[in-house]
């Protein structure tokens, strides 16, 4: 059974920087592309960034690209999510997510979630 426990949220001031951690088990870390989420109140789950499998690809949305940044320890079965610059707009539920091969862009093609973290950016 995969479990993904997100941690490190909090509540920070703009220009802030923050480390988000996806600790996983259960599943090949190796073959498992991973990425990141966030939904804010009122609004739609969307698409911070991913890092693929086999390749180490990463993928960012253009909202954060320049700002946010997504590593990964495989001996740890770690993923993080580096958050830097941090405006109140970033402000959401960062939830992280895995799947079996190359990595994608739609929460529809991630089975597996943690339960979020909440991100908090005052102005």
């Known amino acids: 059974q995969v479990q993904l426990r997100e941690s490190g949220g909090g509540l920070v001031q703009a220009g802030d920087s923050m480390r988000l951690s996806c600790a996983a088990s259960?599943?090949?870390?190796?073959?498992?592309?991973m990425a990141w989420f966030r939904q804010a109140p009122g609004k739609e789950r969307e698409f911070v960034g991913a890092?693929?499998?086999?390749?180490?690809?990463?993928y960012y949305a253009d909202s954060v690209k320049g700002r946010f940044t997504i590593a990964r320890d495989s001996s740890r079965n770690t993923a993080y999510l580096q958050l830097n610059s941090l405006k109140p707009g970033d402000t959401a539920v960062y939830y992280c997510?895995?799947?079996?091969?190359?990595?994608?862009?739609?929460?529809?093609?991630?089975?597996?979630w943690g339960q979020g973290t909440q991100v908090t950016v005052s102005s």
């Open positions: 997510a895995v799947r079996v091969g190359p990595a994608a862009r739609s929460s529809a093609d991630f089975r597996s």
């Open positions: 259960g599943l090949s870390f190796s073959t498992s592309s």
């Open positions: 890092i693929s499998r086999p390749t180490g690809i990463t």
